[in-house]
């Protein structure tokens, strides 16, 4: 018991419950627990490393699925059965008709040796169009004729007719 005097003077007497350790008691806890925050951040740290390993691992597989997509690839192309097509159904492309562009939009695509009116060989698409005398005209058109009398781009086929009336003079 500790005795210790109040206020008004008079000595009373309590209970002493403070706790006292040595100043080695005291540093060896402090230690123990900056090595458990220690272990919790390696802990942290080691759950995270192999969180980036995991993702990395999946990055690497679809590298490899890649790599061989286009080892496939390279190999039909090597055995001629690639074919890279330069539109696809639905497309829209721009015929040169006369002396005007016609928007027109791809409706089937034939893959076959066709020969074109120069005797190239060539695919084939089908194509159709909307006019106001005719409200649907289709006709057939050679890969070929691509950069010709058929255009990717309005921009192109408007070019290409000016260079055709430019000539005709």
């Given at each position: 018991?500790?005795?210790?005097?109040?206020?008004?003077?008079?000595?009373r007497?309590i209970?002493?419950t403070?706790i006292?350790?040595?100043?080695e008691?005291?540093?060896?806890?402090?230690?123990?627990?900056?090595?458990a925050?220690?272990?919790?951040?390696?802990?942290?740290?080691?759950?995270?490393?192999?969180q980036?390993?995991?993702?990395?691992?999946?990055?690497?597989?679809?590298?490899?699925?890649?790599l061989?997509?286009?080892?496939?690839?390279?190999?039909?192309?090597?055995?001629?059965?690639?074919?890279?097509?330069?539109?696809?159904?639905?497309?829209?492309?721009?015929?040169?008709?006369e002396?005007?562009?016609?928007?027109?939009?791809?409706?089937?695509?034939?893959?076959?040796?066709?020969?074109?009116?120069?005797?190239?060989?060539?695919?084939?698409?089908?194509?159709?169009?909307?006019?106001?005398?005719?409200?649907?005209?289709?006709?057939?058109?050679?890969?070929?004729?691509?950069?010709?009398?058929?255009?990717?781009?309005e921009?192109?086929?408007?070019?290409?007719?000016?260079?055709?009336?430019?000539?005709?003079?």
């Open positions: 018991m500790a005795k210790y005097r109040d206020i008004l003077g008079n000595e007497e209970e002493d403070t006292t350790i040595s100043l008691k005291y540093n060896t806890l402090i230690i123990k627990e900056a090595i925050d220690g272990l919790i951040q390696a802990k942290n740290k080691e759950k995270k490393l192999v980036d390993t995991d993702e990395l691992l999946e990055m690497y597989n679809d590298v490899v699925k890649d061989e997509k286009f080892k496939e690839y390279q190999q039909l192309e090597e055995q001629g059965t690639l074919i890279k097509l330069p539109f696809k159904a639905g497309y829209r492309v721009y015929l040169i008709s002396n005007f562009i016609e928007p027109c939009t791809v409706e089937a695509i034939f893959l076959s040796d066709y020969m074109d009116k120069e005797w190239n060989h060539s695919n084939m698409a089908e194509i159709y169009y909307n006019r106001e005398d005719c409200p649907y005209v289709s006709t057939e058109i050679y890969f070929t004729d691509i950069g010709k009398t058929v255009f990717l781009t921009s192109e086929a408007e070019a290409k007719l000016k260079d055709i009336k430019a000539n005709r003079i």
